[in-house]
């Protein structure tokens, strides 16, 4: 942007005073030719990377998986493009992308992550207005999801960065220089743990459930071993684009890439699922109550010092991560549900709770879960994302700025859900809903054709609009709202 505002400025300065115009007039208006063709330029730039994005595929078909992560940074020399860059993105997303009826719907992709902090928390700041825009948008398109950098910082010794994919943190890293490094690191790999299947089997018993959990955790340490030791030796030959052409290294050819496995500059992920489950189970209650989160928050630092200490002893980047489970907490119930059979409030639902996630079908006010579930996050430092269930609240857009000042001073990172649905046979705008036998249906013509209906959902820290399996479908119908 500033390159382009320069070259017209130049451009038009020039030929104004060769037409014999004042120096001071030819300034102003070369100044002025100068704004519009960079607000052009801005305009078609932010449509191009969208359509690109959404209309682009991945060799399996699938939209690439981009966040686009939108910081304020005043330290940025280019914090004046940044702001109108970023003002831009949300207004087009607001507006929506077309789909085949030329209909604007919401657009699963790019991710968008927008990042609060002392200049537009919404107390008066001198990028306030961003907000508003960003938090109309999270109405509508469900994203932007929020970052506080305030608690970032606390939690990442000072530094602000982005996620990687939508929900992995990376644990501070610094190069030889002595700076902190985030930008192209990466992750080996990871395995997460069946909490509640040790609850299930401890059935109660204290002694039993830490003895189980050792074993569990000893049999995950040597599954991520083995993917990290599957992986030394390997050369950059085997994908150019990665290794060799930067994007994530630049290393010579057959040079191996072990030195960027081996000091912590990658990490190993200990994913875990269910930790309502785990709880109800040992304690007979929700991880909500003060017992129940007791026991909880002991679980979740023991998996947090087991990695610290892995970390420690290997020098390897282990890290604890709340895994995204988009079909693992299908997968987890099932398997338990065909081994110990029903069991209320666990394998009955069909579904796992995500994480530390409050069981979506628990009353509770969106403060109180973003506030309850922030301690478990810090914890879980290797990644995680909170989110709530709200209505739509495009005509109350001043309960939702509340909510988002709310973010800002009580968790690190959040989103909202809402519903923005399409029916190809009618036209219905709304929400698509999951009848009595679980299929998704039009509420206002009964269309049932998945091919005729465009759903979007957070799956969890993505949007998902390709349908879901059957456990993760009863998952959000089960979701209760919490505003
Ligand atoms: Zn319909």
Redesign the pocket.
């Known amino acids: 942007m500033r390159k382009t505002y320069d070259k017209i400025f130049k451009k038009r300065y020039l030929g104004y005073i060769e037409k014999g115009v004042t120096d001071e007039e030819a300034k102003k208006r070369a100044h002025e030719d100068a704004l519009e063709r960079r607000q052009e330029d801005l305009e078609t730039g932010v449509q191009m990377i969208q359509y690109q994005i959404n209309t682009l595929m991945t060799t399996n078909g699938q939209t690439p998986f981009v966040t686009i992560f939108m910081y304020l940074d005043e330290t940025n020399e280019y914090i004046d493009e940044i702001a109108l860059i970023i003002e831009e993105i949300l207004k087009q997303r607001l507006r929506g992308i077309k789909n085949e009826q030329g209909v604007y719907v919401t657009p699963a992709f790019p991710k968008l992550i927008y990042v609060l902090d002392e200049n537009n928390c919404l107390k008066g700041g001198k990028y306030d207005h961003i907000t508003r825009l960003a938090v109309e948008c999270s109405a509508k398109r469900m994203y932007p999801d929020y970052i506080s950098a305030k608690i970032m910082r606390q939690n990442y010794e000072g530094n602000v960065f982005s996620p990687m994919g939508c929900r992995s943190f990376l644990s501070p890293w610094k190069n030889e220089k002595g700076e902190y490094v985030f930008e192209s690191r990466f992750n080996q790999g990871v395995v997460s743990i069946n909490l509640p299947q040790i609850g299930i089997i401890a059935n109660g018993d204290e002694e039993k459930f830490w003895k189980l959990l050792d074993e569990r955790l000893d049999l995950c340490f040597k599954a991520l071993m083995c993917r990290h030791n599957r992986l030394l030796g390997t050369v950059s030959d085997v994908s150019p684009i990665h290794w060799q052409y930067g994007g994530i290294a630049r290393l010579k050819k057959g040079e191996k890439i072990d030195k960027l496995l081996n000091c912590g500059f990658s990490t190993l992920s200990l994913g875990y699922i269910g930790v309502y489950e785990m709880t109800k189970l040992m304690k007979g209650v929700s991880h909500t109550t003060p017992e129940g989160k007791e026991f909880a928050l002991r679980v979740m630092h023991y998996l947090r010092d087991t990695t610290d200490r892995w970390k420690k002893e290997t020098g390897l980047g282990f890290a604890l991560y709340g895994t995204p489970a988009e079909s693992l907490c299908y997968r987890f119930a099932r398997v338990d549900k065909e081994r110990f059979g029903d069991i209320p409030d666990v394998t009955d639902k069909g579904y796992y709770t995500n994480s530390y996630h409050v069981d979506v079908r628990e009353k509770i006010t969106a403060f109180k879960k973003l506030r309850f579930e922030s301690e478990f996050q810090t914890i879980s430092s290797g990644g995680a994302i909170s989110y709530v269930e709200i209505p739509n609240m495009r005509n109350n857009i001043s309960a939702l700025e509340s909510l988002v000042k709310y973010m800002y001073d009580n968790i690190q990172y959040a989103e909202v859900n809402t519903k923005s649905d399409y029916?190809?046979?009618?036209?219905?705008d709304g929400e698509?809903i999951i009848n009595e036998d679980n299929e998704w249906e039009?509420?206002?013509?009964?269309?049932k054709d998945h091919a005729?209906?465009t759903v979007t959902r957070r799956t969890c820290g993505y949007l998902g609009e390709n349908f879901w399996n059957v456990g993760k479908t009863k998952e959000i119908k089960s979701r209760v709202l919490h505003m």
């Not at 029916?423 to 219905?428: A, K, N």
């Not at 039009?442 to 269309?447: A, E, I, V």
């Open positions: 029916c190809h046979e009618c036209g219905f698509i039009c509420p206002n013509c009964g269309n005729k209906l």
